[in-house]
């Protein structure tokens, strides 16, 4: 069965530093992967997605990078974090080929820049 | 322009009632898919339904149905027999493009927090 693994489960991080998340997915092979942020209170915003290695498209203009080293591994970035970036951060997968199909989600992180 | 809206920020149910949660959507592209997801406190994202543009019947799954109205952009999450752990935000989401082209992007609502009383 499929699994997807995300950490840290939380983040405490003073501005200006940087940032690592990454997300993992399991008993599948190219998969399509996203990250997503949730702000306090608020609905998911989509950053990144990406269908392959290397592939990459970021849907907002941001502070944040994404990468895709391998199939399965996704990894959120920041060289300088703002307090803006707080936030709960969620990946994601797919895999294409369905009408119905649907995204499975990581347990999040949650991001608090002090 | 918002293509998911979902007008209720908040609502309460008593337990063992039927509750009604409202999501509209705006598109253009007429394939879309339309989807329903729970996330409790944890914060783990719980797919609960989905509704194709050219299903000709609403879904349900369980206690779960959606009130597919295609004419009014609506798609209405309906939760029968409420329970205590339907306790948590619920959000809308829309898929557009048969099979999502090649990136299958879900929009999502803003959510609605449902509290279920006993």
């Known amino acids: 069965s499929q699994t997807i693994h995300q950490w840290p489960a939380t983040l405490v991080q003073p501005v200006g530093s940087p940032l690592s998340l990454e997300c993992t997915v399991e008993?599948?092979?190219?998969?399509?992967l996203y990250w997503y942020r949730q702000a306090a209170g608020r609905g998911l915003q989509l950053l990144f997605y990406?269908?392959?290695?290397?592939?990459i498209s970021s849907e907002v203009p941001q502070n944040l990078s994404a990468s895709r080293p391998q199939d399965r591994q996704f990894i959120l970035s920041s060289k300088k974090l703002l307090l803006s970036d707080s936030g709960f951060y969620l990946c994601?997968?797919?895999?294409?080929?369905?009408?119905?199909?649907?995204?499975?989600f990581g347990s999040g992180t949650q991001l608090s820049v002090l | 322009a918002q293509k998911i809206t979902q007008t209720q920020p908040g609502m309460f149910v008593q337990e063992k009632e039927a509750v009604t949660l409202d999501c509209t959507y705006d598109t253009s592209d007429p394939s879309y898919g339309l989807f329903w997801y729970k996330q409790p406190s944890s914060g783990e994202m719980i797919f609960l339904i989905y509704?194709?543009?050219?299903?000709?019947q609403n879904a349900t799954e369980g206690r779960y149905s959606l009130n597919f109205q295609k004419a009014r952009k609506s798609a209405n999450l309906v939760i029968s027999a409420s329970q205590l752990g339907d306790s948590a935000m619920y959000f809308c989401a829309m898929r557009e493009g048969w099979y999502g082209g090649a990136t299958n992007k879900l929009i999502f609502g803003t959510g609605t927090l449902l509290a279920v009383q006993p």
């Open positions: 994601a997968w797919s895999v294409e080929g369905t009408p119905n199909e649907k995204l499975f």
């Open positions: 990406s269908v392959g290695i290397g592939q």
């Open positions: 008993g599948t092979s190219n998969p399509n």
């Open positions: 509704q194709g543009s050219y299903d000709q």
